[in-house]
């Protein structure tokens, strides 16, 4: 709650005036704003009601005031749970009340509150309504016929009445109505193949049956049921609710409406035209063509409503298709899949078909405006799914990010590295998404005295149309996010999107990966030489690296506090053109970064470097950029789950170190509601690794880079293991653990050292291998990631770098080596702190204190001591 305000409106607008304009509130609505603030006014309970829908899994908000013009009002929502990330499952266990208050907002409690009595009073009801007479609808129907004449066609309704397979024989429904057109078995309990068919085919003009959820379905032992009734009944049109091959202008009549229960039709006398149709509903109906013959303008001239969806239409091109279409006059509306049967873009089928008004619900206009290419106004939303045996606060877990919101904190100094994630309270949270909404909601901080110190968060919300009573209350849950940021890809995290687009997208992208190979030059001969002047005199350094200053004592070395003076820059800073021409820099100095260094650095870019290179390299996991690759990462994940793979991921941010940010799951719509707090990267997670006793562990390499061009690299002799600090788990509740799937722990956590040597010799006991066949590996996969940069962006080549890098690798279980990052400037605190023995390469005692004196020398002196060419 709001403390008191100590400022007047005058100057909360000024002091507010940032947030107010990030935020969108029209300034007609700040002074409004500044008195609810103010008195802490919460009355969103006076103008709105919130209503359960689908079935009590979803709840919606709407109006019940008269009316709520545009911009007339704001509303304080306030905000029922704040928190990081990584503190939610504790938060929900330890603070009272919370995961019950939260599942109920989320409905995820519906079967915690009093089941039993609904179970009961649902037994109570269904013994008041006893089930229909088998025998009494037959004689009614008989009656009905002969009214009607003794040819007339019959329609028989017969759902859901338990009858079995002596039942159906003895009511010798041919013999009653040997003019039957369509017969409704749905929901029964016919089991046997042979009597079905025995029945069936007595039947001479039938043209539907219906035996839908029926156990015969799943015990016909000779393949679909449907093809051999067909066999039987050669008449038939419709089997199962799936047209047949033999469709014609009555099945389309009953989808439009003209035949039915009523109106049979098939007889001479009963025949009726579809030129009345102007609604043709044709969706799921297993149709692969639509004839000319049967389906065409001229036939039904009025038709203005086409769905078509669900229906593979294989025996008809697209160009065909489209002609044919577009041959109805009045067509205004049409509903198909997209990808389907008329291509994959929304813009492409609007250019072919231009009298549309509407495809997939929405407008014509709107799609050729914003290059929609996946459309559907329909899209059926993602409700919590959950088990009786999991506890609310997993309830709440898996629900959240279909209610969650983000912010991040900052000042004038810094912004914060970690989000706050926040679920508004009922009102808020019952807001659901419109692609054109008539509200708007925007966190808000409010700073009761002017100052960072005493805000207060809160959702502001204030409707952007006129509303009317019994109006729902809508958002945009993607505001300002257009399809040039992937919103159709991006709404995935909120509705049921159509997979076939997705998994096209993803089968594109794997082939042209899939297409590629590089092949790595063999080892050259080093080239490059000491840069030692001829006149003896020492190279000056500057560096602004604790570690460096303190432990490069060689006397070929002196360092400079005058950057300007150097031979050589050892910075931690990106120093770019501007950093040069301000700090007086020239292009003879060298300096421990390469151009374009970033192919290799930043997540995003080191992972299209090996791509473009190699394709999909075994040692490195499927990697997607999620702000270019949502869509084909999306349809990996179907094909993933429709296969019962792991689908396990990893979310990085481009650029950040210490595992800031990073999250591990396999909960698609926390995957894309992840893309809000920053750039990522999505990696297959390695879901079995190596482990060593029982934990997590991965390797620090450091790679010396002398040139590019031609490729010069090595690795140094000694690395380091970072081992996780608790035992690994694939449990869900793991995944927010720190110290079970992360190993830096030089910043969070315990950092427990290990030497080296100890650690290799404990690994080869432990899991029988020798680490030399691990090491070679490892060092080919090095080998491979820095040529593939070399040849991918030649332009990183420059005679006057000089640089190391920290490469990260982990093993999985058959321990094969995983690239998992490369990192600019490592942090080699760790090999300067502790002597070690090299394992590989030279061998030897390598002493901290001189690590940088080797590196240095073999970067700028030509030397080899410690380190091994690659």
Same mark, same amino acid.
């Given at each position: 709650?709001?403390?008191?305000?100590?400022?007047?409106?005058?100057?909360?607008?000024?002091?507010?005036?940032?947030?107010?304009?990030?935020?969108?509130?029209?300034?007609?609505?700040?002074?409004?704003?500044?008195?609810?603030?103010?008195?802490?006014?919460?009355?969103?309970?006076?103008?709105?009601?919130?209503?359960?829908?689908?079935?009590?899994?979803?709840?919606?908000?709407?109006?019940?005031?008269?009316?709520?013009?545009?911009?007339?009002?704001?509303?304080?929502?306030?905000?029922?749970?704040?928190?990081?990330?990584?503190?939610?499952?504790?938060?929900?266990?330890?603070?009272?009340?919370?995961?019950?208050?939260?599942?109920?907002?989320?409905?995820?409690?519906?079967?915690?509150?009093?089941?039993?009595?609904?179970?009961?009073?649902?037994?109570?009801?269904?013994?008041?309504?006893?089930?229909?007479?088998?025998?009494?609808?037959?004689?009614?129907?008989?009656?009905?016929?002969?009214?009607?004449?003794?040819?007339?066609?019959?329609?028989?309704?017969?759902?859901?009445?338990?009858?079995?397979?002596?039942?159906?024989?003895?009511?010798?429904?041919?013999?009653?109505?040997?003019?039957?057109?369509?017969?409704?078995?749905?929901?029964?309990?016919?089991?046997?193949?042979?009597?079905?068919?025995?029945?069936?085919?007595?039947?001479?003009?039938?043209?539907?049956?219906?035996?839908?959820?029926?156990?015969?379905?799943?015990?016909?032992?000779?393949?679909?049921?449907?093809?051999?009734?067909?066999?039987?009944?050669?008449?038939?049109?419709?089997?199962?609710?799936?047209?047949?091959?033999?469709?014609?202008?009555?099945?389309?009549?009953?989808?439009?409406?003209?035949?039915?229960?009523?109106?049979?039709?098939?007889?001479?006398?009963?025949?009726?035209?579809?030129?009345?149709?102007?609604?043709?509903?044709?969706?799921?109906?297993?149709?692969?063509?639509?004839?000319?013959?049967?389906?065409?303008?001229?036939?039904?001239?009025?038709?203005?409503?086409?769905?078509?969806?669900?229906?593979?239409?294989?025996?008809?091109?697209?160009?065909?298709? =489209?002609? +044919?279409?577009? /041959?109805?006059? #009045? *067509? %205004?509306? @049409? $509903?198909?899949?997209?990808?389907?049967?008329?291509?994959?873009?929304?813009?492409?089928?609007?250019?072919?078909?231009?009298? =549309?008004? +509407?495809?997939? /619900?929405?407008? #014509? *206009? %709107?799609? @050729? $405006?914003?290059?929609?290419?996946?459309?559907?106004?329909?899209?059926?939303?993602?409700?919590?799914?959950?088990?009786?045996?999991?506890? +609310?606060?997993?309830?709440?877990?898996?629900?959240?990010? @279909?209610?969650?919101?983000?912010?991040?904190?900052?000042?004038?100094?810094?912004?914060?590295?970690?989000?706050?994630?926040?679920?508004?309270?009922?009102?808020?949270?019952?807001?659901?998404?419109?692609?054109?909404?008539?509200?708007?909601?925007?966190?808000?901080?409010?700073?009761?005295?002017?100052?960072?110190?005493?805000?207060?968060?809160?959702?502001?919300?204030?409707?952007?149309?006129?509303?009317?009573?019994?109006?729902?209350?809508?958002?945009?849950?993607?505001?300002?996010?257009?399809?040039?940021?992937?919103?159709?890809?991006?709404?995935?995290?909120?509705?049921?999107?159509?997979?076939?687009?997705?998994?096209?997208?993803?089968?594109?992208?794997?082939?042209?990966?899939?297409?590629?190979?590089?092949?790595?030059?063999?080892?050259?001969?080093?080239?490059?030489?000491?840069?030692?002047?001829?006149?003896?005199?020492?190279?000056?350094?500057?560096?602004?690296?604790?570690?460096?200053?303190?432990?490069?004592?060689?006397?070929?070395?002196?360092?400079?506090?005058?950057?300007?003076?150097?031979?050589?820059?050892?910075?931690?800073?990106?120093?770019?053109?501007?950093?040069?021409?301000?700090?007086?820099?020239?292009?003879?100095?060298?300096?421990?970064?390469?151009?374009?260094?970033?192919?290799?650095?930043?997540?995003?870019?080191?992972?299209?470097?090996?791509?473009?290179?190699?394709?999909?390299?075994?040692?490195?996991?499927?990697?997607?950029?999620?702000?270019?690759?949502?869509?084909?990462?999306?349809?990996?994940?179907?094909?993933?789950?429709?296969?019962?793979?792991?689908?396990?991921?990893?979310?990085?941010?481009?650029?950040?170190?210490?595992?800031?940010?990073?999250?591990?799951?396999?909960?698609?719509?926390?995957?894309?509601?992840?893309?809000?707090?920053?750039?990522?990267?999505?990696?297959?997670?390695?879901?079995?690794?190596?482990?060593?006793?029982?934990?997590?562990?991965?390797?620090?390499?450091?790679?010396?880079?002398?040139?590019?061009?031609?490729?010069?690299?090595?690795?140094?002799?000694?690395?380091?293991?970072?081992?996780?600090?608790?035992?690994?788990?694939?449990?869900?509740?793991?995944?927010?653990?720190?110290?079970?799937?992360?190993?830096?722990?030089?910043?969070?956590?315990?950092?427990?050292?290990?030497?080296?040597?100890?650690?290799?010799?404990?690994?080869?006991?432990?899991?029988?291998?020798?680490?030399?066949?691990?090491?070679?590996?490892?060092?080919?996969?090095?080998?491979?990631?820095?040529?593939?940069?070399?040849?991918?962006?030649?332009?990183?080549?420059?005679?006057?770098?000089?640089?190391?890098?920290?490469?990260?690798?982990?093993?999985?279980?058959?321990?094969?080596?995983?690239?998992?990052?490369?990192?600019?400037?490592?942090?080699?605190?760790?090999?300067?702190?502790?002597?070690?023995?090299?394992?590989?390469?030279?061998?030897?005692?390598?002493?901290?204190?001189?690590?940088?004196?080797?590196?240095?020398?073999?970067?700028?002196?030509?030397?080899?001591?410690?380190?091994?060419?690659?």
């Amino acid at each position: 709650m709001a403390s008191a305000a100590t400022i007047d409106f005058e100057g909360f607008a000024k002091s507010h005036a940032f947030l107010l304009a990030s935020a969108g509130i029209p300034p007609s609505l700040h002074r409004h704003l500044f008195e609810k603030l103010s008195s802490e006014t919460f009355d969103g309970g006076h103008f709105f009601l919130i209503e359960p829908c689908e079935g009590g899994r979803q709840r919606r908000l709407v109006l019940s005031s008269e009316s709520l013009p545009k911009e007339s009002d704001v509303f304080l929502v306030d905000h029922a749970w704040t928190f990081r990330l990584s503190d939610a499952p504790k938060q929900l266990k330890e603070v009272p009340g919370l995961a019950q208050r939260m599942a109920a907002l989320m409905c995820v409690d519906l079967d915690t509150n009093s089941l039993s009595e609904e179970v009961e009073t649902e037994g109570e009801q269904n013994e008041e309504m006893p089930k229909r007479n088998v025998v009494e609808i037959v004689e009614t129907q008989i009656q009905k016929a002969r009214e009607r004449g003794c040819n007339a066609a019959v329609w028989l309704e017969l759902d859901e009445l338990d009858i079995d397979d002596s039942m159906l024989c003895s009511l010798d429904l041919s013999t009653k109505f040997p003019n039957l057109v369509a017969l409704n078995l749905w929901g029964n309990k016919l089991q046997n193949v042979e009597t079905v068919l025995q029945e069936v085919r007595k039947f001479k003009n039938l043209r539907a049956i219906w035996l839908n959820e029926n156990p015969v379905l799943q015990n016909c032992d000779c393949g679909n049921i449907s093809d051999v009734i067909l066999e039987c009944v050669l008449r038939l049109e419709i089997c199962n609710s799936c047209f047949t091959s033999n469709y014609t202008e009555w099945a389309l009549g009953f989808c439009g409406g003209v035949y039915g229960i009523d109106n049979p039709g098939l007889l001479p006398y009963e025949y009726h035209s579809l030129e009345g149709i102007t609604t043709l509903d044709l969706s799921d109906r297993c149709i692969h063509g639509l004839s000319t013959k049967t389906f065409s303008p001229s036939k039904m001239p009025s038709l203005s409503y086409l769905n078509v969806r669900g229906n593979p239409l294989d025996h008809c091109s697209v160009d065909d298709l =489209l002609k +044919l279409i577009g /041959g109805f006059p #009045s *067509l %205004k509306a @049409l $509903e198909v899949d997209i990808p389907g049967p008329l291509g994959n873009s929304a813009v492409k089928i609007l250019k072919s078909l231009p009298g =549309l008004s +509407l495809l997939n /619900g929405v407008s #014509s *206009l %709107k799609i @050729l $405006e914003c290059e929609k290419h996946v459309i559907d106004s329909s899209l059926q939303p993602r409700l919590p799914k959950w088990t009786s045996a999991e506890s +609310l606060a997993d309830r709440v877990i898996n629900a959240m990010w @279909l209610y969650l919101m983000t912010y991040r904190l900052a000042d004038e100094e810094k912004i914060d590295e970690t989000s706050v994630w926040y679920v508004m309270d009922e009102l808020g949270s019952a807001l659901r998404h419109s692609d054109e909404p008539n509200f708007r909601v925007a966190p808000f901080l409010f700073m009761p005295d002017g100052k960072l110190e005493s805000a207060i968060s809160f959702s502001v919300l204030w409707p952007i149309q006129n509303v009317h009573k019994g109006d729902e209350c809508t958002r945009d849950y993607l505001i300002g996010i257009g399809e040039d940021k992937q919103r159709s890809a991006r709404l995935t995290a909120w509705f049921h999107t159509p997979q076939s687009y997705f998994i096209m997208e993803y089968r594109m992208h794997y082939e042209k990966l899939h297409s590629r190979s590089f092949s790595i030059p063999d080892v050259t001969v080093p080239i490059t030489h000491s840069i030692l002047p001829s006149d003896g005199r020492a190279l000056r350094v500057y560096t602004d690296i604790p570690h460096v200053e303190e432990f490069l004592t060689r006397p070929e070395f002196v360092l400079t506090s005058e950057p300007k003076d150097a031979d050589i820059i050892w910075t931690s800073m990106q120093v770019d053109a501007e950093v040069k021409t301000a700090v007086g820099l020239t292009d003879h100095q060298y300096i421990n970064q390469f151009p374009f260094e970033s192919c290799l650095v930043m997540k995003h870019h080191l992972a299209e470097t090996i791509h473009e290179a190699h394709g999909l390299p075994e040692w490195c996991q499927p990697t997607y950029n999620l702000e270019t690759q949502l869509s084909e990462f999306i349809g990996d994940y179907c094909l993933r789950e429709r296969e019962g793979l792991d689908n396990l991921w990893i979310l990085k941010p481009w650029n950040m170190a210490r595992t800031i940010d990073t999250t591990v799951t396999g909960d698609l719509s926390a995957i894309i509601r992840l893309m809000e707090t920053g750039p990522k990267i999505c990696q297959k997670y390695i879901e079995h690794p190596a482990l060593f006793r029982g934990k997590k562990f991965d390797l620090r390499y450091i790679v010396l880079v002398r040139s590019m061009d031609p490729v010069e690299i090595f690795l140094a002799d000694v690395f380091w293991v970072r081992l996780a600090n608790n035992a690994y788990s694939l449990e869900k509740s793991s995944f927010f653990e720190y110290e079970t799937h992360f190993t830096v722990m030089n910043y969070v956590g315990r950092l427990n050292h290990m030497n080296t040597p100890e650690f290799v010799m404990e690994f080869e006991r432990e899991h029988q291998v020798n680490w030399l066949d691990i090491h070679q590996r490892i060092r080919e996969m090095i080998r491979s990631v820095f040529y593939s940069a070399a040849a991918v962006h030649p332009e990183m080549h420059s005679s006057k770098s000089r640089a190391i890098y920290g490469v990260d690798v982990m093993l999985d279980c058959f321990y094969k080596p995983k690239i998992l990052e490369v990192t600019y400037c490592p942090d080699c605190t760790r090999a300067c702190k502790y002597d070690t023995e090299a394992v590989v390469g030279n061998r030897g005692v390598i002493k901290g204190q001189e690590f940088f004196n080797y590196i240095f020398g073999s970067l700028f002196l030509g030397e080899s001591d410690f380190v091994t060419p690659l």
